[in-house]
């Protein structure tokens, strides 16, 4: 089972949900946070981690001994990162997509493998819960070969929760692409709804089963709930505006290790979202 948290913008306690479930699980549980240009969920799961790995990602170089300046690399390159003029080919590592496809048409085999570093993957432990991240490079904007990267260590065998960066672009795409189910999270502000709807239609694109956490509920209106119950979508759980949680996030704390009893809460969500999925199955 693989179950992407998502939400349209940061903020709104996408890894808040994702920890409190993790660690409410009573079985084997991979959380892979795939929000590398800021990952935080280490510091609420309090993970040790014992192995780094580092990233690489193709970039193109040139042998200009073999190079006829034909232009097809050029042609063929949607990103811009690699330009061929009267007798040089410059190269722009970091607009780069590692897509390959220079390398692919050049027909003199000019173009040769190279790297650039993107960032490191690390790995460890909380208690039962096998922990991932990715830490993308400082200056680095290609964050999703490095999420792509950590989605390797999915374990189809166990409950893989990741942690999506904010937002509906590339980066998130590449965190919920292959997920059996999306979990988004919101607010209940005409803010938090508009940002809702940008996630939903991005998760109805990928065709895959998804649910709703309202964060902070009672502490706006009921724009959201109206748009749910209007798209058929399942709100799955509500958090409440609660002073003891939001002092709780600031100390770095989860929601059960103030409140246990939430864990039965967060059981129950993963609950429904194994029903829906297996449903889902069935159909
Ligand atoms: S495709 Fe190959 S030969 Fe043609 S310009 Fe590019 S590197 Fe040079
Ligand atoms: S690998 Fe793809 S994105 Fe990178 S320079 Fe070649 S064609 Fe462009």
Not at 140 to 152: D, T, W, Y
């Amino acid at each position: 089972m693989v179950i992407t948290i998502a939400s349209g913008k940061g903020g709104t306690g996408k890894t808040t949900v994702g920890v409190n479930m993790a660690v409410s699980l009573d079985k084997a549980v991979r959380f892979l946070d795939c929000d590398v240009e800021e990952p935080n969920a280490h510091l609420f799961l309090k993970a040790v981690i014992n192995e780094q790995t580092v990233v690489d990602t193709f970039v193109p170089e040139v042998d200009f001994t073999k190079c006829t300046y034909c232009g097809k690399c050029g042609e063929i390159c949607q990103f811009n990162a690699i330009a061929v003029l009267k007798d040089y080919v410059l190269t722009f590592p970091e607009l780069c997509h590692s897509c390959r496809g220079c390398l692919q048409v050049c027909p003199e085999k000019a173009v040769q493998e190279s790297s650039r570093e993107l960032g490191i993957i690390e790995q460890g432990r909380a208690g039962h819960v096998e922990f991932i991240h990715g830490r993308l490079r400082i200056g680095e904007a290609m964050s999703p070969p490095l999420i792509r990267a950590v989605k390797e260590r999915i374990d189809k065998g166990q409950i893989n929760i990741i942690d999506a960066p904010p937002g509906t672009s590339c980066p998130v795409i590449a965190a919920l692409k292959g997920a059996d189910f999306a979990l988004l999270v919101t607010e209940p502000t005409p803010f938090g709804l508009n940002d809702l709807i940008l996630a939903v239609e991005a998760v109805r694109a990928l065709k895959m089963p998804l649910g709703v956490v309202l964060n902070r509920a009672g502490n706006g209106d009921s724009g959201v709930q109206s748009y749910l119950a209007r798209e058929n979508i399942p709100l799955l759980l509500e958090i409440p505006m609660d002073r003891k949680i939001a002092e709780a996030y600031s100390r770095g704390q989860m929601i059960v290790d103030v409140m246990p009893e939430w864990k039965e809460k967060f059981r129950g969500l993963y609950q429904k979202i194994e029903g829906i999925v297996n449903r889902q199955g069935d159909t």
